[in-house]
């Protein structure tokens, strides 16, 4: 379970250089306003463009390529599955077609044109985020939310969630091991009854120690909205006008044609 933990780390995050000293909330409107452009984007060119912005901002800090490629390999079955499921429904004219076992498998263009091009939407939005969670740290991101006004119960369900998923990850890396030393996954048919009860027995886990937390927290005095965060400085005049400057430039470019959105 090393690379769960590896892809929720804020190593990174607490690193010091150009892109971790840019202002959160900075950051986060850029993050709001470029994942609404490739939302919007009729095209391929502004997802892939976003993907390899991402890539090339990351590699100016010295992140491994390694690091990112794991981090962007779940996304990417996803968005491959999505891919092979509209390729396959979508359509009426055949560009390809194999046989398996008998049976005809035809692959659709028009399937296929709209599978690649939401493909390569799920990635470019995903980089973003990436470049975002591998730049910015959690008490950070939640003294943001906190000064644009993001509710009290969202960033504390946030913050919690950000510090049970590593023992989350510790119950599945314990069990997972215990089952390993008993031969639970000699053959394929033990594998899938060892996953059956490792998801059962983490849910009955989860839910007793959310009850312990629970009960300590509230002996302790927690009633909620007290959870502390980072504080942020005054926002710079130098940060406020490269933001909107950024912001500005884009917009001109799309409005003017070079960027084809709608």
């Not at 409107?29 to 993907?51: D, E, R, S, W």
């Not at 009850?211 to 710079?236: D, F, K, N, Q």
């Amino acid at each position: 379970m090393e690379f769960l933990h590896h892809a929720f780390s804020d190593v990174y995050a607490r690193k010091d250089n150009w892109l971790t000293r840019i202002d959160v909330r900075i950051k986060l409107l850029h993050l709001v306003f470029l994942l609404t452009i490739n939302l919007m984007a009729k095209n391929y060119f502004i997802p892939l463009g976003l993907l390899s912005l991402s890539f090339i901002l990351l590699s100016t800090i010295r992140v491994p390529p390694a690091t990112i490629l794991r981090a962007l390999s779940l996304p990417l079955l996803l968005a491959v599955f999505i891919l092979m499921i509209r390729s396959l429904h979508e359509g009426e004219k055949e560009w390809a077609s194999i046989f398996i076992m008998g049976h005809k498998i035809a692959i659709k263009e028009e399937g296929l044109r709209n599978g690649a091009y939401t493909c390569c939407k799920v990635m470019g939005g995903v980089s973003l985020v990436i470049l975002f969670s591998l730049t910015t740290t959690i008490s950070r991101l939640c003294a943001g939310l906190r000064y644009f006004c993001v509710s009290s119960t969202i960033v504390e369900l946030l913050s919690f969630m950000y510090r049970y998923i590593f023992l989350f990850l510790d119950e599945v890396s314990a069990m997972w091991t215990a089952q390993k030393s008993r031969l639970g996954h000699a053959s394929w048919k033990k594998m899938l009854q060892s996953l059956g009860t490792l998801g059962g027995m983490l849910i009955i886990r989860t839910f007793a120690r959310s009850e312990r937390t629970y009960e300590a927290m509230r002996v302790r005095g927690y009633e909620g909205g007290s959870i502390a965060t980072a504080s942020l400085p005054p926002l710079r005049t130098k940060g406020c006008f490269i933001g909107l400057g950024m912001v500005f430039v884009f917009v001109l470019l799309v409005y003017s044609g070079s960027i084809q959105v709608w």
